[in-house]
């Protein structure tokens, strides 16, 4: 089942991936995938990981790299600030998306009821709303100082070239922080949760619907993340 799940999943990243890359060849030195659409005039592009100079040719409507070169002067930043920074929104988020997934669950729950257990958690809805919020503030507000020092790289380290990975990569780090910040207006705004009781207003129509938009934010930028992290990994590991 896991097996049938990934296939799946991995077409619907590679219909996504040829849409956004167009076509596609392989660095013939570190393998990565780069898009031919970033050859500049000359037809020539640098890897951004391993830094060969390549010569991009069209053999029969193949792509065919040629290397030319190996830039060998690329500036490497000393601290290495942006892959570090990364770890702290993709370390939170999901724990702010547990939070909230819980609180929905405990939302759900038939109110009144005598069960014992069931009513430890009712109460600590309030802890856990705060706790939720603190989290996502923190993972959206580092995801900014992760987006600076990622976007300072670029131009430094790959000299502002173009590559789809990097236009991706602001796409979805833009796409982040504006869903981020919804999320949080939207936990802090009192529609979602309820002052006292900490739970989601599931009951009335408004609450229902500033829940829905507020789980729906919550799920889309982890998907995003998820896009941001592995396109970022491409260009630390290579393949
Ligand atoms: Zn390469």
């Given at each position: 089942m896991f097996e049938d799940l990934r296939k799946v999943v991995t077409r619907a990243a590679d219909r996504f991936k040829r849409r956004f890359y167009g076509s596609t060849f392989r660095?013939?030195?570190?393998h990565l995938v780069l898009a031919a659409i970033d050859a500049d005039g000359n037809g020539l592009l640098v890897c951004p990981v391993c830094g060969a100079v390549l010569e991009i040719e069209q053999v029969y409507g193949h792509i065919v790299p040629v290397v030319?070169?190996?830039?060998?002067f690329r500036p490497q930043p000393k601290a290495r600030l942006h892959p570090v920074s990364t770890h702290l929104p993709i370390g939170l988020f999901p724990f702010a998306l547990l939070g909230a997934a819980v609180l929905f669950l405990v939302s759900l729950l038939p109110a009144g009821e005598g069960d014992l257990a069931l009513t430890g958690y009712v109460g600590g809805a309030p802890v856990l709303a705060d706790a939720t919020l603190v989290l996502l503030v923190l993972s959206v507000g580092f995801s900014a100082l992760t987006f600076a020092s990622g976007y300072r790289d670029w131009r430094v380290r790959y000299r502002g070239r173009p590559y789809r990975q990097i236009t991706l990569k602001i796409v979805c780090s833009a796409i982040f922080l504006a869903v981020g910040a919804i999320a949080i207006a939207l936990h802090a705004s009192g529609l979602v949760f309820a002052t006292g009781s900490g739970l989601m207003q599931l009951g009335s129509p408004l609450g229902l619907a500033a829940a829905l938009a507020y789980l729906g934010a919550l799920g889309t930028n982890m998907i995003v993340l998820a896009t941001l992290g592995h396109v970022g990994g491409t260009l630390v590991f290579g393949r």
């Open positions: 660095c013939p030195v570190c030319l070169d190996m830039e060998i």
